[in-house]
């Protein structure tokens, strides 16, 4: 009898910051990126050995947020 491989799959749908009503704020801001995901979310992951992948909408992929998302270890 053999052991079963488990594994614990995490995708993360990243996106513009939005106002209270879900619309794209003005100005546009990434403060989910910038201190969500940078300073709370990635650690997190490091913290407990999670690999995360990083699903970054067209918005995100500006220079600022790639700059953060290549600085980041293991996603």
């Known amino acids: 009898m ?4 488990k ?9 513009i910051d939005k106002s209270p ?5 003005t100005p546009t801001t990434f403060s ?3 201190h969500g995901i ?3 979310l990635h650690p997190l992951f490091m913290k407990y050995g999670v690999r995360p992948t990083y699903l970054l909408s067209p918005e995100v992929i500006s220079l600022e947020c790639c ?6 270890n293991n996603c």
Do not use: H, P
């Open 67 to 72: 700059k953060i998302f290549l600085e980041l």
């Open 21 to 25: 009503n879900w619309s794209t704020a």
């Open 38 to 40: 940078k300073e709370i």
């Open 7 to 15: 594994y614990f799959i995490v995708s993360v749908d990243v996106e």
């Open 2 to 5: 053999t052991a079963l491989s």
């Open 32 to 34: 989910g990126v910038k």
